[in-house]
Nanobody, 121 residues
Framework: QVQLVESGGGLVQAGGSLRLSCAASGKFFKIKDMGWYRQAPGKQRELVALITNGGSTDYTDSVRGRFTISRDNAKNTVYLQMNSLKPEDTAVYYC???????????????WGQGTQVTVSS
């Protein structure tokens, strides 16, 4: 079984920074794309940023230029550096990963348990 464990959430004032981490563990062959999503109260979960195994990245418009996604393939870990945080960034942040359990098989999607980020004004 594959587990994703997030850390790094918390309470920060507007304009501040936080760094989220998400480490994958378990038995698997390879991790393909990894990403960060967020869900604010009363809203749908939305994609924040994603990164391919090769390092290509993409961001939702509202965080582009403020957030940076990165990964360490040797540690099976994805990071989200969040700068210039705004109250509207307040949400539960989830990481996800598309994982190959073995070579030449379909990828399965796994999710972390979520970490709360609260930005005060």
């Amino acid at each position: 079984q594959v587990q994703l464990v997030e850390s790094g959430g918390g309470l920060v004032q507007a304009g501040g920074s936080l760094r989220l981490s998400c480490a994958a563990s378990g038995k698997f062959f390879k991790i393909k794309d990894m990403g960060w999503y967020r869900q604010a109260p009363g809203k749908q979960r939305e994609l924040v940023a994603l990164i391919t195994n090769g390092g290509s990245t993409d961001y939702t418009d509202s965080v582009r230029g403020r957030f940076t996604i990165s990964r360490d393939n040797a540690k099976n870990t994805v990071y989200l550096q969040m700068n210039s945080l705004k109250p509207e960034d307040t949400a539960v942040y989830y990481c996800d990963a598309d994982v190959l359990l073995a070579a030449r098989t379909d990828a399965y999607r796994y999710w972390g348990q979520g970490t709360q980020v609260t930005v005060s004004s």
